[in-house]
């Protein structure tokens, strides 16, 4: 029975001999994850971890990417190149308009005036974008607080809504570059406002939940 369920494609299975003989406890992380050993997930935070990036610090968050760029269709095909983002280009560069227009042209007027030349003046990941993102998850929330002076942040700056993080981390805001955290992945309920936040009314009359 052994052997025939062996016989069968079994694209998880691990060949726990060769693991004994050493061959998949020597290969890279990178080799495990292209065989398929081990998951995106697993992958990106085994990165995160040689980066030095960790959970215990707000400061060095680890960064997870936007996968998706269509936040609007009701239905989508995961099998079509399209609702996917390029992950060959940073955030910064996701929109060509954009990036010609504030970070290029920058760029370039800091060559011709000897200045220190750089893209971006900010970065993908940072402290307040970290509490932006887990304002409703104590005690996120409380740091969040402190971090804002004593208050919740004015409702419209507030996080509300992926769609809009998207498009003004892809393209809108020349100021905002910012990638996504792991919760986005493996803690939905980090979306929820389960502890009955008052976070104000966005001036469209929205209230923030």
């Not at 280009?89 to 990036?99: N, Q, V």
Request: aromatic share 16%.
């Amino acid at each position: 029975m052994y052997d025939k369920i062996l016989s069968f494609d079994l694209p998880n299975h691990m060949d726990y001999e060769r693991e004994v003989a050493g061959t998949f406890i020597r290969m890279s992380i990178t080799e495990k994850w292209q065989k398929g050993y081990i998951s995106n997930l697993e992958y990106l935070m085994h990165l995160n971890t040689l980066a030095g990036r960790s959970f215990n610090d707000l400061t060095q968050y680890p960064v997870f990417p936007f996968v998706l760029s269509d936040f609007e269709s009701e239905e989508i095909d995961l099998s079509d190149p399209a609702f996917y983002r390029d992950l060959n280009l940073p955030m910064g560069a996701i929109s060509k308009e954009r990036f010609e227009r504030h970070y290029q042209m920058k760029y370039d007027m800091q060559l011709e005036t000897g200045e220190e030349p750089f893209m971006y003046g900010t970065h993908y990941s940072n402290l307040g974008s970290v509490l932006h993102f887990l304002i409703r998850l104590a005690p996120f929330s409380y740091y969040f607080i402190e971090f804002q002076g004593g208050s919740f942040d004015v409702p419209d700056r507030s996080f509300h809504s992926i769609l809009q993080t998207w498009r003004l981390a892809s393209s809108l805001s020349s100021a905002d570059v910012k990638e996504l955290i792991p919760s986005f992945y493996i803690l939905p309920e980090f979306l929820e406002n389960l502890n009955s936040y008052d976070m104000g009314v966005m001036q469209r009359g929205t209230e923030i939940s």
